[in-house]
């Protein structure tokens, strides 16, 4: 068996960079400007490895290249990195129809597993849109699908919306 040194660098700005001015920028216009590269992506994008590919009001797109280092004990992408890149692409298509001074934040999160995911597998794209933005909950939906349109895990999630205080 072949031995390789295996390793990864991870590296962030710092999270103040990213963070959200809920104040002063809508939701879409925070996501819109990450995707450009104006805003530093939070760390978290950094550490799994997802990038934002679409956003629109009510639609976001983020994509990740699974790779092993998101491998679980059976050498498949971990259902955690599965369910954040699901979680992610909903509530950032919540947040992407959110006018300055709301915000959003996941409240649960339901995710159908289809079919095994490897480095093999190469880029998913997660794609999610609203079902129904209330005043304070919000319902939406995600798919993940490879580059030939093939599921491999789709996910519900309600989010609560609420006001950001402005001190």
Not at 73 to 87: C, E, N, R, Y
Not at 127 to 153: C, S, V
């Amino acid at each position: 068996m072949e031995n390789i040194d295996r390793k990864r660098t991870i590296v962030w700005e710092d999270p103040k960079n990213s963070a959200r001015d809920a104040a002063s920028i809508s939701g879409l216009d925070y996501l819109k400007s990450i995707k450009d590269g104006r805003i530093n992506p939070p760390p978290v994008a950094m550490l799994v490895g997802y990038k934002i590919s679409e956003v629109d009001n009510g639609y976001a797109v983020f994509e990740l290249n699974p790779e092993e280092y998101h491998y679980n004990p059976f050498s498949t992408v971990h259902g955690g990195i599965i369910t954040t890149l699901l979680d992610t692409t909903i509530t950032a298509s919540v947040l992407s129809t959110l006018q300055k001074g709301i915000s959003c934040s996941t409240v649960e999160i339901k995710v159908n597993f289809i079919r095994s995911i490897t480095a093999k597998t190469k880029i998913l794209r997660c794609e999610a849109k609203p079902i129904h933005i209330g005043k304070r909950l919000a319902t939406a939906e995600g798919r993940l699908k490879d580059k030939n349109g093939n599921l491999y895990a789709h996910g519900i999630s309600t989010c609560s919306i609420f006001k950001i205080r402005i001190a």
